[in-house]
């Protein structure tokens, strides 16, 4: 709010006086509160502090100890600087031991070579500090009114954390107690440069109160919270340092060059060593302030919703299903929350109930009772935590939210390949037991160490045991990129859909688990008709691609189209029987099927003539 000994030697009418810095340029950042114009020796208990002490130095002490005790008792109480002019008192410059007892405490010490009207000075400068203070009264005003509509609107954290940095000016993050970003602005500047290494950068900020800055990290900090809980901590980088804090040594203005005094002498112009790290104006720290407690608030509001990282989890998880944000940025947010999904092993594991609405209190399996507007999103908010509790117990890192009303999906990341069945089989383990273990969301005869009533039964005995009562878990196939997470996670989003008409009791539900009962579901919808195909010719159509001469398609079709007659199909393919027999091992490696299956050679029989369908014109 106050401008700097720096700024006030800036001004017009002080450097119409040819002003010359003697001692004390530590001090020039130092704010100017007011300006006295003193001629006694003492006038150091008449002051506040902050003050600019103007001076001809016709009152001031002769002896040199005299001096000292007069540069020491400003300096004590906290005066911003003294400015000397010459010609009355001091012919042509201060005594040498008021500069030395200056530069000693820091103390600004500054001549005026030319006769200055003081009373020109305490005007500019009084007018440079009411109109700050005006200034920044209306940014406080624009401040609390654009936090307060916030509020009322009931604003995400992204939105608070956008209008902080836009009002500011500076990057804002906001993060949770584990150094965790949960939403952040760059403001202009770069989101990869940022949140690189975010987490062991934030912890070396940790400046003293609850709203603070950090001059060695350039950062202001106040914690979020509410009722004596806090969750977070929002932080503004003020560019302590930058053009925005260095002025000259005695900072001539934009435009403005140096001067030279009477004497031929150069008055110095701007400092060619930046100025040291200036605090924070005011209205930024209660920017701050007033938007991390609309975050607090909106945290209150929202305290029966789910949590914010498991929002960010969902947002990411969204913008991979509906490309509606680049890989790069998802991978960025994911990386600042905490989960790294560059160079590893991603594989999309999607867990949903076998029905989809829960069942009524009378109602037995398959049979659902009274319609209950709030147990759908319950049992869903229910199955999230599950899922959650799953992976921490299973230490497998990755994104987990609800994908829709009915689903939690999962994008896990994994060190490797080999690690994912492994990985599987755990999170699978601990989500049965997570279900089971879980009071309000079980039913009491599914209670451990519980017999089992009538009509009920213990867990494991009698009920599925894929991953818990009534649950599927269904996995995709395994990626090696970010973008092709998409595709994991819609093959395994598909899998538990079809799935639902499978009643087979599997931990895990891959692809090869899926056949003919789940082409039956997704021919719903068209798009669906074409992944059906690539997911079971897929790997056979490339290596017909890759190898022309071959083309095991067409000794395929011969076998499924003869009912599976090796002989009749060898004699329609104009093969021997050897060759045509070592031709469909051929193909049921590549496609890692069992073609004396008849449910195989049935889905692959419908895969072909959904191909037929696809290619016809």
């Known amino acids: 709010m106050f401008p700097s000994v720096r700024e006030v030697l800036a001004l017009d009418p002080v450097r119409h006086g040819a002003p010359r810095l003697v001692a ?24 506040r502090g902050g003050d600019l002490v103007l001076t001809t130095g016709i009152g001031l002490p002769a002896d040199d100890a005299g001096l000292r005790e007069f540069v020491s008792a400003l300096a004590d109480v906290g005066v ?14 201060v005594p040498r031991v008021m500069a030395a007892a200056a530069e000693r405490r820091g103390l600004p010490l500054v001549e005026l070579r030319r006769a200055t009207p003081f009373v020109r000075v305490t005007e500019a400068v009084h007018a440079l500090i009411v109109d700050a203070q005006l200034t920044e009264l209306r940014a406080t005003e624009e401040i609390h009114q654009r936090f307060t509509e916030l509020s009322v609107e009931g604003a995400g954290p992204a939105e608070v954390v956008s209008q902080a940095a836009e009002l500011a000016g500076c990057p804002v993050v906001l993060e949770n107690l584990s150094r965790q970003v949960l939403a952040y602005d760059p403001a202009g500047e770069s989101a990869e440069l940022l949140l690189d290494g975010w987490e062991q950068h934030s912890r070396r900020i940790n400046p003293a109160g609850r709203t603070a800055y950090d001059p060695d990290s350039g950062w202001l900090v106040t914690t979020v919270g509410a009722r004596g809980q806090d969750w977070g901590r929002l932080l503004l980088r003020w560019p302590a340092g930058s053009e925005l804090t260095t002025c000259g040594r005695l900072s001539p203005g934009p435009g403005q060059g140096a001067e030279a005094d009477p ?58 299903l509906d490309h509606s944000r680049p890989v790069d940025e998802v991978a960025l947010r994911a990386r600042a929350l905490g989960v790294v999904l560059e160079r590893r092993h991603l594989v999309g594991v999607v867990v949903r109930h076998r029905g989809d609405e829960p069942a009524g209190e009378n109602g037995g399996a398959g049979e659902p009772g009274p319609i209950d507007p709030e147990a759908g999103p319950a049992r869903l908010r229910d199955l999230s935590e599950a899922v959650g509790q799953a992976l921490r117990e299973a230490k497998l890192t990755g994104l987990s939210s609800a994908v829709d009303d009915q689903a939690v999906g999962v994008l896990l990341a994994l060190p490797d390949a080999a690690a994912e069945e492994r990985a599987l089989a755990a999170f ?68 538990a859909d079809a799935a639902r008409r499978d009643r087979r009791d599997l931990p895990i539900f891959r692809l090869p688990h899926v056949g003919l009962a789940g082409l039956l579901h997704l021919l719903r919808e068209e798009p669906r008709l074409q992944t059906f195909v690539e997911r079971e010719l897929g790997a056979l159509l490339a290596y017909d ?73």
């Open 80 to 93: 911003s600087g003294l400015v000397v002019e010459l010609g009355r008192r001091y012919a042509s410059a």
């Open 263 to 320: 004497d031929g002498d150069t008055v110095p112009g701007r400092a060619e060593v930046a100025a040291p790290p200036a605090a924070p104006p005011t209205r930024l720290t209660i920017l701050v302030e007033r938007a991390a407690s609309t975050l607090a608030l909106g945290r209150l509001i929202r305290r029966d919703a789910e949590g914010l990282e498991r929002q960010i989890h969902r947002t990411l998880l969204t913008a991979l």
């Open 545 to 617: 691609a890759r190898h022309p001469r071959e083309q095991l398609l067409g000794t395929l079709r011969a076998y499924l189209e003869h009912g599976r007659n090796k002989s009749a199909a060898a004699a329609a393919a104009h093969l021997s029987r050897p060759a045509f027999y070592e031709r469909l091992a051929r193909i049921a490696r590549v496609l890692d099927v069992d073609l004396d299956s008849v449910e195989a050679c049935l889905s692959l029989h419908v895969a072909l003539l959904t191909l037929d369908a696809i290619r016809s014109p």
């Open 428 to 495: 699978a383990a601990a989500l049965r037991r997570a279900r089971v273990d879980a009071g309000p969301s079980r039913a009491p005869e599914a209670a451990p160490g519980r017999r089992a009533g009538a009509g009920g039964a213990r867990p494991g005995v009698g009920a599925p045991r894929s991953a818990g009562c009534g649950l599927i878990v269904a996995a995709g196939s395994g990626v090696g990129s970010l973008r092709e997470a998409r595709r994991s996670l819609v093959e395994a989003r598909q899998i």
């Open 24 to 47: 004390g340029e530590s001090g020039l950042d130092r704010p100017v509160r007011w300006v006295h114009v003193a001629e006694v020796p003492d006038i150091a208990p008449l002051l």
